[in-house]
Structures are given as C-alpha cells and as structure tokens.
C-alpha cells in the first residue's frame, strides 16, 4: 500500500509537534531542577 507524501507530511508533522511539546515539558523540568541544586542554564 502507498501512502501518499502529503498525507505523510501530516502524520509526520502532528508527531513532530507533539514531540516539540513534549521537548518542552521536559527541559522546564531540567532547568527546575538544576536550579533547586543551585545551577542556572
């Protein structure tokens, strides 16, 4: 079965945005916690 490219692009690019926003969580996590141990990014 061929998908095709457009509709690729846009499973691909919900992926990647969910991906972004989880990035996101994440490094606010990191930068919290290395602020509690007394480090600033």
């Known amino acids: ?3 095709l ?3 690729m692009m846009t499973k ?3 992926q990647l945005k ?3 926003e989880g ?3 994440l490094e606010g ?3 919290k916690n ?3 141990l007394g480090y600033e990014l």
Do not use: C, G, N, W
Request: proline share 5%.
């Open 29 to 31: 996590a990191i930068k």
């Open 1 to 3: 079965m061929r998908v």
């Open 23 to 25: 990035s996101d969580h």
């Open 34 to 36: 290395l602020l509690r």
């Open 5 to 7: 490219f457009p509709e």
């Open 12 to 14: 691909l690019t919900a």
């Open 18 to 20: 969910d991906q972004f």
